[in-house]
């Protein structure tokens, strides 16, 4: 090997490079290497000498890298030229290791006669690059996956979550097509749940075959990813023969696949593919981020699902608290309105009733438990039914004074629990109603007379729940035509704004006044659009509220 210009030997110049420089003859003969092909691959510079070059190479690729070689001796053209490559190299001991490859055609040196051009290649290990890749890769994955599910978490319940699932998969982790597969347990399968496509990219033939389509235990991608419970790649659709939809995924043009569970704990709630129209290598740290993004998926959809039971159920128990309809009257037009609390009262404690009496006469009633959920709902049911069950009695105050003792009764010494109530006996009288009300703790009663003022009626007692001998009073009042009367619980007049300033009785008043006609049916409608107008945007929890009006037309 002739001298470098400074006087120093190329071949000591290239002793003492850190990446290993091999030449090869025309033949494809080695002719020279340094001594980093030792830490490289482990050969003495010394025993590749006169060998193939080829030898360094696994055994699949020697084939065709011969040829390659070959054509780029002759013309000097070749896909490794000026490029480096990413190729596996074949260690002394062997086992494969990643290397960067770049090329080079050395033309031979002036006055060397019937010389061929050589062949130099640099070769650096590339498992360093390729650490980084993937790490850089897993990252994107993990701040996908977590980009995944909080946008998940934006669903309003499990169904609603799992149409967002494959656009969102496909859009984070970036691949083509996706389909999920649901879990039927019932019936030991997998069946199609949905089939999702980036822009662009549709996959008409796996889309009309998935419909129709099942997958059992261990059958096909989906089936393996359930058997195995971890994620399944395939990196070559076309020519993996447990691939079951070979012919459709060569016509949308597919080559790679893979297929993660979805688990809640042990149980599969789903099976989730992603398709790649190219090939593109998934490795096993990618594999584990799916894995996981399959559990926390699960999790969280099995807890949507957990969730949207509870709402239903308990949705069922509030609709057990309010009558299915308010009844006919002669003479008395009734509107009512329930709005459920802030996200954490599942069930509230607002109830009302209408009941006829035996007499002809009508019994109404409002309360307001304190607290929300089962216990207070339990509360609400014992005021509902004994007031219903005391209404024979023909009082307001009577049944109030019922209810107080049923809820002093059934408390015994669990927590206190107290009741607000207003309730009110109604009969014909004249053109118009003739009300006596009593009233627990509640807020009083908004009468709205015909020519528009309003005034608080009724007189404000104690609670119930709390003392076994309290005694309620009865105010009579006149409903002539066109009056209005509107019980409520405090969710109306105590709704927050963002600011924490209250709706309050002044407010309402104000409203029920500017109802022309003050027909009960506006007049609810009226009250139930100023409270959320007072909540719009507010950071504040709202409570439950009812609004019941009952109004004598004119």
Known sequence: MPEATSGVPAATLLAALPDTVVVADSCGRVTYVNPAVSALLGYAPADLLGRDLTEIMPTRFRSGHSGHINRFLTTGRGELVGNTTQLPALHVDGHEVSIDVTLA?????????????????????????????????????????????????EALDA?????????????????????????????????????????????????????????RRG????????????????????ADPRVVRRDEVRADGLSTGVAFPVLSGDTLLAVCELFSAQSRPVPPELLEVLGHAGRQIGQFLARLRAESVVRELADTLQRSLLPS???????????????????????????????????????????????TGAEAAAVTAVTRHTARAAAASGSSAGILG??????????????????????????????GQRAWISVAGHPLPLLRHPDGTTTAVGTAGRPLGIDAGVTFAEHEIDLP?????????????????????????????????????????????????????QLAGSRHEHDDLAVLALSVPR
Do not use: K
């Open 402 to 431: 019922a209810v107080n003792a049923a809820l002093l009764h059934e408390q015994g010494s669990a927590p206190l629990r107290f009741v607000t109530a207003c309730c009110l006996v109604l009969e014909p009288a004249g053109s």
């Open 219 to 238: 059958e096909g991608l989906p089936g393996r990813a359930w058997s195995h419970r971890v994620p399944v790649v395939v990196e070559d659709l076309a």
């Open 105 to 153: 055609r050395v033309e031979p040196y002036p006055g060397a006669g019937a010389a061929e051009a050589s062949i130099v290649g640099v070769l650096r290990d590339a498992s360093t690059t390729i650490l980084l890749e993937r790490q850089l890769q897993v990252s994107r994955y993990l701040a996908a996956t977590l980009r995944v599910t909080a946008a998940l978490t």
């Open 325 to 371: 309809h308010l009844p006919s009257i002669p003479g008395v037009e009734l509107a009512a309105t329930y709005r459920a609390g802030g996200e954490a009262a599942l069930v509230g404690g607002d109830t009302y009733d209408v009941t006829p009496l035996p007499d002809g006469r009508w019994m109404v009633l409002i309360a307001d438990v304190c607290g």
């Open 159 to 215: 169904d609603v979550a799992f149409q967002q699932l494959l656009p969102t998969l496909c859009t984070e982790l970036d691949w083509d097509a996706a389909l999920l597969w649901q879990a039927d347990p019932e019936h030991g399968r997998l069946v199609h749940a949905g089939t999702w496509a980036a822009p662009g990219s549709d996959v008409p033939a796996l889309a009309a075959d998935a419909p129709r389509r099942v997958f």
């Open 481 to 533: 035509p066109g009056a209005t009367l509107v019980l409520y619980t405090d969710g109306v007049t105590e709704a927050r704004d963002d600011h924490g300033a209250q709706f309050g009785e002044e407010a309402l008043a104000r409203v029920v006044a500017g109802v022309a006609g003050g027909a009960a049916r506006e007049t609810v409608a009226a009250v139930g659009d100023a409270v959320e107008r």
